[in-house]
C-alpha cells in the first residue's frame, strides 16, 4: 500500500452513521485527470451512498470529476474521505484500497 491511511466513524448530519478516513495521495501527479477519473468511476459504482473528499477546508462530491479536480490535489496531500449511506464501511474500504494503490488499475 503506497498511501498512508487512517480512518474513523462519526455521527453523520442527520444523527446518522458515518465513516471517513484520511488518505495520502501518492499517484506521482496528485489528483489529476486520470487518477480523478479512477476515483470518480468507484465513488459512482455505490449509488446508495453520498461520498465526499475534502482537502484544504474544501469539500467535493467524490461522483464529479469537476469537483474532485477544482480540490487541485498534489502527490503527497492528505486527503479525507467521507462516506454515508449504505454498505459505507464497504465503500470505504473499496476506495482507501484504491488509493493504497495509487489509483492505479
Given at each position: 500500500?503506497?498511501g498512508?491511511?487512517?480512518g474513523q466513524v462519526?455521527?453523520?448530519?442527520?444523527?446518522g452513521?458515518?465513516?471517513?478516513?484520511?488518505?495520502?495521495?501518492?499517484?506521482?501527479?496528485?489528483?489529476?485527470a486520470?487518477?480523478?477519473?479512477?476515483?470518480?468511476?468507484?465513488a459512482?459504482?455505490?449509488s446508495?451512498?453520498?461520498?465526499?473528499?475534502?482537502?484544504?477546508?474544501?469539500?467535493?462530491d467524490?461522483k464529479?470529476?469537476?469537483?474532485v479536480?477544482?480540490?487541485g490535489v498534489?502527490?503527497g496531500?492528505?486527503?479525507?474521505?467521507?462516506?454515508?449511506g449504505?454498505a459505507?464501511?464497504?465503500?470505504?474500504?473499496?476506495?482507501?484500497?484504491?488509493?493504497g494503490?495509487?489509483l492505479?488499475?
Open positions: 500500500m503506497r498512508g491511511v487512517s462519526w455521527g453523520g448530519e442527520d444523527g452513521s458515518m465513516v471517513e478516513a484520511r488518505v495520502v495521495v501518492r499517484t506521482g501527479v496528485g489528483l489529476h486520470r487518477p480523478a477519473a479512477m476515483l470518480v468511476q468507484e459512482a459504482r455505490h446508495g451512498c453520498q461520498v465526499s473528499i475534502e482537502h484544504g477546508g474544501r469539500k467535493a467524490a464529479s470529476i469537476l469537483q479536480l477544482g480540490l498534489r502527490d496531500e492528505e486527503v479525507t474521505i467521507r462516506v454515508e449504505e459505507e464501511e464497504e465503500v470505504l474500504a473499496a476506495l482507501v484500497h484504491l488509493f494503490e495509487g492505479e488499475r
